[in-house]
């Protein structure tokens, strides 16, 4: 077999072992036993949001994934979003007194939906809401696009955002109840100045993903599943050395989808600066969407690469 093939083969061999099998529940398991003797406190402390009538909680699992516990202080209901350790969340659950309602899973990657389970046993009212396209455990809500999930006075919209993996969705909690911004629940979407990587989908299905985000509120705050934000910012700081809102932002969080516009590159793949850095142009009549997913694809693999090499 030519070397150029066996090394994404045994990418798709690993990868739906994860996905899709008892095998990656089982090395999901040792990565939690891992990460809580690595982390006995967390791998990060993250400090809470709070408006007038909601707390947002970030709670830090594994190695740099994140949870988070959404509680309507005036009823203490509370949502949990991508529950991967169910120790780590229950605890937060525990501290914080409030009634766990409802599960909102991003996708069926084990570091975002692992504690579904675990969690459900311990409240059975629990609703578990996400994708029928991605395997999710113990789903009880399938969710459609721009589809509201109503709990207390959380009212959050789910959009459909495939790439990552088939039937991945982000959830848009609405601020107005609050008089706050809304908040975006990105899973692996989109991270701070990163995206996701494309495991179940197409350059193209990701760019409208993507775009779906960016048209979101500027001031939409962005609670992303993972910590990246040092490793992608270093990155996209490669790619635009000169920009002064990524200088700015190495220095503080969290960001706003307004904020990643300025800096995230799989954002600004229609920007020239991007375009030049990984040294395409538009042929002439290419669809711009099109051309777009080009610049996407090839920005993609230079973070996986650089990633690789760190
Ligand atoms: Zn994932």
């Avoid at 589809?147 to 107005?176: C, Q, S, W």
Wanted: net charge negative.
């Amino acid at each position: 077999m030519p070397m150029a093939l066996a090394g994404p083969l045994l990418f798709r061999i690993g990868y739906n072992l994860y996905a899709h099998t008892r095998l990656g529940y089982l090395f999901y398991k040792r990565q939690v036993k891992k990460a809580r003797e690595r982390y006995p406190h967390g791998h990060s402390l993250p400090q809470p949001v709070v408006f007038s009538g909601v707390k947002i909680l970030p709670i830090p699992v594994l190695s740099n994934n994140y949870s988070y516990l959404v509680i309507d202080t005036g009823s203490n209901c509370a949502v949990a979003v991508d529950p991967s350790d169910p120790l780590a969340v229950q605890s937060v659950i525990e501290e914080e007194k409030v009634t766990l309602e409802a599960i909102l899973c991003t996708h069926k990657h084990w570091d975002h939906s692992g504690g579904n389970a675990a969690l459900r046993r311990r409240h059975s009212s629990c609703r578990v809401y996400g994708s029928s396209y991605d395997d999710i455990p113990e789903l009880t809500d399938p969710l459609s696009d721009k589809e509201t999930i109503t709990i207390g006075r959380l009212n959050f919209k789910a959009l459909f955002t495939p790439g990552h993996t088939v039937g991945h969705m982000v959830y848009v909690l609405d601020g107005k109840p609050f008089e706050s911004p809304a908040s975006l629940f990105s899973g692996d979407l989109l991270f701070l100045s990163g995206c996701g990587r494309i495991f179940e989908g197409t350059p193209e299905t990701m760019l409208a993903s993507l775009d779906t985000a960016a048209d979101l509120a500027e001031d939409t705050l962005l609670w992303p599943g993972h910590e990246y934000a040092l490793e992608c910012l270093m990155f996209a700081n490669l790619l635009e050395l000169e920009n002064p809102f990524l200088v700015q932002k190495l220095q503080w969080c969290p960001s706003t989808i307004g904020e990643e516009k300025q800096y995230n590159p799989f954002l600004r793949t229609h920007c020239q600066a991007v375009q030049d850095a990984m040294g395409l142009q538009r042929q002439g009549d290419e669809d711009w969407d099109i051309f777009r997913a080009r610049v996407l694809k090839e920005v993609r693999l230079r973070k996986d690469v650089y990633k690789a090499n760190q």
